[in-house]
């Protein structure tokens, strides 16, 4: 299992957010082709890298307006969560 973020120049990892307690999340690969193409080249990785299904990408690469705050289906939990639109696409870098 992937814990570290795909970007090649990033290193934000589940391991650091819950050490420091960083509030960023992370997302897995789109599935949809177009819109994953996008995401690979914001890696930067190497020639003909691609993701598998454990690859993830942190919430830093992402603005605000790619985000739609969800209603927590639980009853006794009554947080909003953030979840990355259908066409969200990475844009910022670190
Ligand atoms: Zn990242």
Known sequence: MTTTCAASFCSNSRYLAK????????????????????????CKQEDKWTPSKNHILCSSHFVKDDYQLINSPSKENKKTFKKLKPVGKPLLSV
């Open 19 to 42: 050490k420091h307690n960083i509030d960023i999340i992370f997302h897995k690969f789109p599935s949809e082709p177009v819109l994953l193409r996008k995401w690979i080249l914001f």
